[in-house]
């Protein structure tokens, strides 16, 4: 009986694998609504709320320094993937170009189609996320979130939003298109914040 103190189990990979999530090799596609088709040149993101309004095009963005990552995704509802590569913008290096009212507190994420996330400036600019416009090493597809999509690995990947169009910084935390239907407003999946009423 004591050893099981001692032992991991089998499956969690070295505290990879968040409580209740399973392991896939696939690549589920979750959207709610179609998939949205466009050209990468028609790609633009909008800078608004408490910021300079500013809007980034293709080619501003494959103009900023370029970044490729691996890590593991979880979803909400429990399949996790391990070492996926994404390449990209950082969010930190898109950051050094905005001019944000310091009363900003929170970022919603807006997409083509009209989904919507929202975050903590603190969860936002971590190091790791990336607005990436490739996976694997090939151009991102479209039921994927392509031609650009936020990554934010550390939450659930309900807080990634796919066709990625504008950010909006915020003075206060208001919830997004799942967070409006119950969903949890951070989600980390090591805490297990799937819904709102979960600590
Ligand atoms: N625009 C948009 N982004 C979205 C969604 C969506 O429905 N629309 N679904 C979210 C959810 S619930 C998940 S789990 C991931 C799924 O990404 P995938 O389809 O690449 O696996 O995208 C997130 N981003
Ligand atoms: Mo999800």
């Known amino acids: 009986m004591l050893g099981n103190f001692f032992k991991k189990p089998a499956d969690d990979m070295d ?24 050209r990468p040149e028609d790609t633009v993101i909008r800078i608004t709320g408490l910021a300079r309004e500013q809007t980034f095009t293709w080619a501003d963005l494959l103009a ?25 913008v950082r969010v ?9 009212d310091p009363a900003a507190t929170h970022v919603m994420q807006h997409s083509v189609g009209g989904y919507t996330t929202n975050l903590s400036l603190e969860d936002f600019t971590r190091p790791e ?27 659930y990947f309900w807080k990634s939003a796919k066709w990625l169009t504008g950010l909006e910084f915020m003075a206060a935390d208001k919830p997004g298109f799942w967070e409006v239907n119950g969903y949890h407003m951070r989600g980390d999946p090591f805490k297990e914040q799937r819904y709102d009423d979960d600590p």
Not at 65 to 77: A, E, F, K
Not at 93 to 99: A, G, P, R, V
Not at 133 to 150: I, K, M, Q, S, V
Request: proline share 9%; aromatic share 8%; net charge negative.
């Open 92 to 100: 930190t290096d898109l950051m050094e170009h905005l001019q944000l």
């Open 129 to 155: 996320n990336l607005l990436a416009h490739t996976f694997n090493g090939e151009p991102l597809d479209a039921e994927h979130g392509g031609p650009l999509r936020l990554v934010v690995p550390h939450l």
């Open 64 to 88: 900023l320094p370029q970044t490729t990552l691996t890590y593991d995704i979880h979803c909400v509802t429990h399949w996790s993937k391990l070492d996926t590569t994404w390449t990209g």
């Open 15 to 38: 505290g990879r694998i968040p409580p209740g999530q399973t392991l896939t090799t696939r690549f589920p596609v979750l959207t709610y609504g179609p998939t949205q088709h466009y």
